[in-house]
């Protein structure tokens, strides 16, 4: 166990639709990065936040966004679902890198979202 | 920006053979780097890390790494693989002036009984 929660485990939509899925970092990490993993594209990152903000973006479409609330849990939301976002959906946390933090990201269970 | 290559895409071996997987990352500096292991439907959990030190790394579950600078290389290795060895794993390079973690495309290992 990482630590990491994520909620939920599974999620069945329509096309067209729009979801949410939750992640809570593990105790004292400040970032939160969400990934999609698909079996056509593996393992890409989609966005990072740290302590509240937007840090970083990668392969994010812009149907889909992210947010990181005060308790620093994060939600990222899809919308306009289609066949293709159907994937597994990873939350990671960390420390900032420093002292006691070195770049490590720990990750949750994951969401697997099936658009149909 | 740093990349990462797993030469590997995909390794089949029987029980109690050695294994050894590897991995290249771009360019040099400071580097932080570890091995992720993704077993059949489960997340990501960390396997090992280098950040600075003794250039061989234990991990968990048996497995080493070693560190190459001069060869930019992070190889993962397993004396005697075990059935429930079979998984997918990742390389990363900690990226530090964007705090990310760069992943390469991973190496899906499955070792027969």
């Known amino acids: 166990d990482s630590g990491v929660t994520q909620t939920p485990k599974h999620l069945i939509t329509a096309t067209g639709q729009r979801v949410t899925l939750r992640c809570s970092p593990r105790?004292?990490?400040?970032?939160v990065y969400w990934y999609q993993q698909s079996l056509d594209q593996g393992l890409q990152f989609l966005i990072q936040y740290y302590n509240g903000e937007e840090r970083a973006k990668g392969n994010i479409l812009e149907r889909f966004s992210a947010q990181q609330f005060p308790d620093l849990h994060s939600e990222l939301n899809l919308s306009s679902l289609e066949l293709g976002d159907s994937a597994l959906y990873f939350c990671a946390s960390s420390l900032p890198p420093g002292p006691g933090g070195f770049g490590e990201q720990y990750f949750g269970p994951g969401t697997r979202l099936t658009v149909t | 920006a740093q990349s990462v290559s797993q030469h590997n895409h995909h390794v089949i071996l029987s029980e109690a053979a050695s294994l050894e997987l590897g991995c290249n990352y771009s360019y040099g500096g400071t580097v932080n780097l570890f091995w992720y292991v993704q077993y059949p439907g489960q997340h990501l959990q960390l396997l090992l890390k280098?950040?600075?030190?003794?250039?061989l790394v234990k991990g968990i579950k048996g497995f080493e790494a070693e560190f190459i600078k001069s060869k930019f290389s992070f190889n993962l290795r397993k004396p005697s693989v075990q059935w429930s060895d079979t998984a997918e794993y990742f390389c990363?390079?900690?990226?530090?002036?964007?705090?990310?973690?760069?992943f390469g495309t991973g190496t899906r290992l499955q070792v027969f009984p």
């Open positions: 105790s004292g990490d400040l970032s």
């Open positions: 280098y950040f600075s030190g003794d250039p």
């Open positions: 990363a390079v900690f990226e530090w002036n964007t705090d990310k973690l760069i």
